[in-house]
Nanobody, 126 residues
Framework: QVQLVESGGGLVQAGGSLRLSCAAS????????IGWFRQAPGKEREIVAA????????YYADSVKGRFTISRDNITNTMYLQMNSLEPEDTAVYYC???????????????????WGQGTQVTVSS
């Protein structure tokens, strides 16, 4: 069974950076599209970024473009979300997810994703 475990969250001041990691086990993620989602208190879950199988296509939500970078290492089966210039509005629980359908263009719809991590809290103070 696939397991995804996020790490790297924490408390940071506005303008700071964090790097989230998502370690996969149980199956190689090299054939899965990977997405990072977040959910803030009282808000719906939203997609933050997604990357296709070979990393050639990436999606970013408008709110994080130019600040966040998604990447993947298919050898170590680990995916990353580099977050720079963090803002208080980025405060949320961040989840990584895997889509086995692996479209060329990453899907942004959360319900498509088959496997989810438990989430890691990111808190940005002003």
């Amino acid at each position: 069974q696939v397991q995804l475990v996020e790490s790297g969250g924490g408390l940071v001041q506005a303008g700071g950076s964090l790097r989230l990691s998502c370690a996969a086990s149980g199956r190689t993620m090299s054939t899965y599209v990977i997405g990072w989602f977040r959910q803030a208190p009282g808000k719906e879950r939203e997609i933050v970024a997604a990357i296709n199988v070979n990393g050639g296509r990436r999606y970013y939500a408008d709110s994080v473009k130019g600040r966040f970078t998604i990447s993947r290492d298919n050898i170590t089966n680990t995916m990353y979300l580099q977050m720079n210039s963090l803002e208080p509005e980025d405060t949320a629980v961040y989840y990584c997810a895997a889509d086995r359908h692996a479209p060329v263009v990453p899907d942004t719809r959360g319900w498509v994703y088959d496997y989810w991590g438990q989430g890691t809290q990111v808190t940005v103070s002003s």
